[in-house]
C-alpha cells in the first residue's frame, strides 16, 4: 500500500502553461515535503510544509498544505523547460520515523 | 556549508559479489538514511542511523547491512548481489531533533549488477 499517492504520474506541457501535482493520503503527516529529482542527481529539497492550511511561495511555485495535514499540492505558473524533472512529496509521521516518499510525477515542459 | 557526499558514483558488479558505499553527512547531521531508488518504484527506504545506532529498518533482506562511524558518516554493505539489485542508492542526512525532519540528499551511486 502506498501511503502517499501523487498524481499525475506523467505530465507533458508546453512552456508557459501552469500545473498542479497533488499528493494525497489517508493519513496525518506532521510535515511534509517537496523534492525536485534530475536524471542521475539526488532528489533537490524545494520546501518543507508544517502546518495545516499552510502556503509557501518559491518564485512560480505555490505548495499548500491540506488543513487536516493529509494532503499537499505544488502549483506551477508559467512553467519552463528548467523546470522538467521528477517532483516527489515526502510525509514525515513523527520525527523519529522515515520519511514516506510518493512514487513522484515526472514533468516535461517542451519549449 | 559543503552537502551530502557520496562514493563512488558509478559502480559495476556481478551477481554473487558484494559492495560498500560511503556517505558523509552535512556537518553537524547526525542522522543518515539509505534509500534504494530503482527503475519504477519510486525511493524504498533501507536504513536509518542515529548517533551510532540502527534506528529503523526498511523491508529489505538481511544481505542489506550498514553501519555509522563516530563521525556520523556511514556504509552500505549489500552481501550476494542480485540483478534487481540495479539501482540509485541515495544518502540523506539530517538533524534528529524531533518533529520537522527536513532530509538533505547526496548525488547518489548508480550500481549495476550484471
Redesign the interface.
Known amino acids: 500500500t502506498q501511503l502517499l499517492e501523487q498524481s499525475p504520474q506523467f505530465l507533458s506541457i508546453q512552456e508557459g502553461e501552469n500545473l498542479t501535482v497533488y499528493c494525497n493520503s489517508s493519513s496525518v503527516f506532521s510535515s511534509l515535503q517537496w523534492y525536485r529529482q534530475e536524471p542521475g542527481e539526488g532528489p533537490v529539497l524545494l520546501v518543507t510544509v508544517v502546518t495545516g492550511g499552510e502556503v509557501k511561495k518559491l518564485k512560480r511555485l505555490t505548495f499548500q498544505f491540506g488543513d487536516a495535514r493529509k494532503d499537499s499540492s505544488l502549483h506551477i505558473t508559467a512553467a519552463q523547460p528548467g523546470d522538467t524533472g521528477l517532483y516527489l512529496c515526502a510525509g514525515a509521521r513523527s520525527g523519529n520515523t522515515p520519511l514516506v516518499f510518493g512514487k513522484g510525477t515526472r514533468l516535461s515542459v517542451i519549449a | 556549508e559543503a552537502g ?1 557526499t557520496q562514493s563512488p558514483t558509478h559502480l559495476i558488479k556481478t551477481r554473487g559479489q558484494q559492495v560498500t558505499l560511503r556517505c558523509s553527512p552535512i556537518s553537524g547531521h547526525t542522522s543518515v ?1 539509505w ?1 534504494q531508488q530503482a527503475l519504477g ?3 524504498q ?1 533501507l536504513l ?1 542511523y542515529d548517533e551510532g545506532e540502527e ?2 529498518r ?1 523491508n529489505f533482506p538481511p544481505r542489506f547491512s550498514g553501519r555509522q562511524f563516530p563521525n556520523y558518516s556511514s556504509e552500505l554493505n549489500v552481501n550476494a548481489l542480485e540483478l534487481e539489485d540495479s539501482a ?1 542508492y ?1 544518502c ?1 542526512s539530517s538533524y ?13 551511486t ?1 550500481l549495476l549488477v550484471l
Not at chain 2, 534528529?96 to 532530509?103: L, P
Open positions: 551530502v538514511y534509500y518504484l519510486g525511493l527506504f536509518w534506528r529503523n526498511g540509485l541515495l540523506a534528529n531533533r524531533g518533529i520537522q525532519e527536513t532530509q538533505y540528499f547526496g548525488p547518489g548508480r
